[in-house]
C-alpha cells in the first residue's frame, strides 16, 4: 500500500542459472543470526502469508496472525522508534491504524489533479536545484520527490516546509537506519541518525513535541516512502532509457496520465496497441516488486523452541518463467493484455490477504504512475545517463538490480 504497503545480486539471463541461483535454501534472516526458509510456491507462500497450516520440518502452527509479521519487523521499532500496522500485536490499535490509512488515501478526482501538478513541481524543483555541472545524481532525486508528495499526501506539508536539504537529510538516514538496523551490532552513528531524523521530521511537520512509538510521524511515512521510491526510479529506468521503440508509446502514455491523472486514463488502453498506464505499472511491480520477500515468524513443533522464520519470495514468483513464460526477466506490458489466472495468482506486489494492502486497486499504483510520469516529462528529452560504478550500468540484459544501495553512482547528465 501507499501506507503499507516494505537481496539478489545482478539477474543472471541464462535460464539455467536463475534456476541453479533460485534454488531453495537455508539463509540468514534480517532479523538475526537464525536461518530463514524460502518459499518459492504460489501455494506455500499464500499458506504462510495468510497464517495457514503450513507444515515444513519441525513447525505445524503459526503465530497469531499480527505477532507472525510483528516478529520480523521488530528491528525497524528499533532503528526508527515506530509502532504501525507492521509492528503492532495489539488487534485494536491494529484495526484503529489501518481505518486511519485508508481514509488517508481516499482521495476523489479534483485531489489526483492537485497531486499531479505538485508531483510536477517538485520534480522540476529538485531537478533545477540539484543540477550541477549539467548532470546530477538521481537516486537523490527520486527519494526527495516520492517523500516530498508522501507527506503532501500524509499530513498536507506545505511545500514551502518542504526544503531540500531537510527533505535530502530524512531521506537519507532512512535509508542508512534501514540498512544498520539488518545488522546485530549498531554503529556508533546509530543513535545520532536515528536522532536527526526525528528531529528533522518534527521540524518539518511543526511538531514541538511527539511521544514515540505510536504518534511517531514516521508510521505513516516510513510504509508509503520505502514502497514507492524504490519501484519509481526503476520504473523511470525502464520507460525512458530501457524501452527502445516501445518506450515512445509508454511516455505519451504516461504524459497523458499525467496531464488528467484519473482513474478511466489510468485504465484507458491505446487504440493500437491496447497497452495502458496501468499495464506499465502493473508490469513494473510485478519486476520489481515493493517487498521481495515477506517474512513471517511460526510456531516450534517444540514448545521451547524459538520461533521458525519463513519468508515469501515474492520477487521470486514474479520472475519464475514457469508462470511468466521465456521474458519473466524482460520488461513487457504487453503480457497484461490477457494475462493468464496462473499469472494473476502469483501475482502478490501488495502482499496477501489478510494483509493486503488496502491502496492495491488504485491509490498505489496510480501514484506509482503518477511519480513515474512527472519525471517521464521533465527528463524524456535531451538527458542521458552515465555511471561510475559497473554494477550501476542500466544497458544490461535482465532487469535492474534491486538493491537498497544500486544506482548510487547513476547521474542524469544532458545531452552533449
Not at 532525486?141 to 526544503?163: D, G, H
Request: charged content about 30%; overall charge positive.
Amino acid at each position: 500500500m501507499i501506507l503499507f504497503l516494505f537481496a539478489s545480486a545482478l539477474i543472471c539471463v541464462c535460464l539455467g542459472a536463475l534456476w541453479q541461483r533460485y534454488q531453495p535454501r537455508r539463509e540468514t534472516n534480517i532479523t538475526g543470526p537464525e536461518t530463514c526458509k524460502f518459499l518459492r510456491d504460489v501455494k506455500s507462500c499464500k499458506k504462510i502469508l495468510s497464517s495457514g497450516n503450513l507444515k515444513v520440518r519441525r513447525m505445524d502452527d503459526v503465530l497469531t496472525l499480527l505477532e507472525s509479521r510483528a516478529g520480523p519487523n521488530h528491528r525497524l521499532v528499533r532503528a526508527f522508534e515506530i509502532d504501525n500496522a507492521f509492528t503492532t500485536t495489539d488487534k485494536s490499535f491494529y484495526r484503529k491504524f489501518m481505518s486511519k490509512a485508508r481514509r488517508l488515501v481516499a482521495k476523489d478526482e479534483p485531489t489526483w489533479k492537485l497531486m499531479s501538478d505538485l508531483m510536477r513541481d517538485h520534480v522540476s524543483f529538485e531537478s533545477q536545484s540539484t543540477t550541477s555541472n549539467q548532470s546530477f545524481p538521481l537516486v537523490p532525486l527520486v527519494q526527495a520527490v516520492v517523500l516530498k508528495i508522501t507527506m503532501y499526501t500524509l499530513f498536507k506539508s506545505p511545500a514551502e516546509k518542504l526544503e531540500a536539504a531537510k527533505i535530502r537529510l530524512i531521506a537519507e538516514r532512512i535509508n542508512r537506519l534501514w540498512i544498520d538496523s539488518k545488522s546485530t551490532h549498531e554503529p556508533e552513528r546509530f543513535q545520532e541518525d536515528r536522532r536527526e531524523l526525528r528531529e528533522t521530521v518534527h521540524t518539518i511537520l511543526s511538531v514541538t513535541r511527539v511521544d514515540m512509538d505510536r504518534n511517531n510521524p514516521l508510521n505513516l511515512i516510513l510504509p508509503a516512502y520505502e514502497t514507492l521510491w524504490r519501484v519509481v526510479l526503476r520504473g523511470f529506468l525502464e520507460v525512458t532509457f530501457r524501452g527502445a521503440e516501445a518506450g515512445t508509446e509508454w511516455r505519451q502514455l504516461l504524459k497523458t496520465f499525467l496531464a488528467d491523472p484519473t482513474l478511466s486514463t489510468f485504465k484507458r488502453t491505446n487504440d493500437l496497441t491496447g497497452i495502458s498506464v496501468a499495464f506499465i505499472v502493473a508490469e513494473t511491480l510485478r519486476l520489481y516488486p515493493p517487498t521481495r520477500r515477506i517474512y513471517r515468524d511460526t510456531k516450534p513443533k517444540v514448545k521451547d523452541d524459538p520461533p521458525a522464520h519463513f519468508a515469501a519470495d515474492i520477487e521470486f514468483l514474479h520472475r519464475n518463467a514457469k508462470i511468466w513464460g521465456e521474458d519473466s526477466l524482460s520488461f513487457n506490458p504487453s503480457r497484461w493484455k490477457d494475462v493468464s489466472k496462473k499469472c494473476q495468482d502469483a501475482y502478490m506486489p501488495f502482499g496477501w490477504k489478510p494483509f493486503t494492502c488496502p491502496t492495491k486497486d488504485d491509490f498505489g499504483p496510480r501514484m506509482i504512475g503518477l511519480a513515474v510520469a512527472a519525471l517521464v516529462a521533465e527528463f524524456e528529452h535531451g538527458w542521458t545517463w552515465r555511471a561510475a560504478r559497473s554494477e550501476d550500468q542500466i544497458d544490461v540484459d535482465g532487469p535492474l538490480e534491486a538493491e537498497r544501495d544500486s544506482y548510487v553512482t547513476l547521474q542524469l547528465a544532458k545531452r552533449e
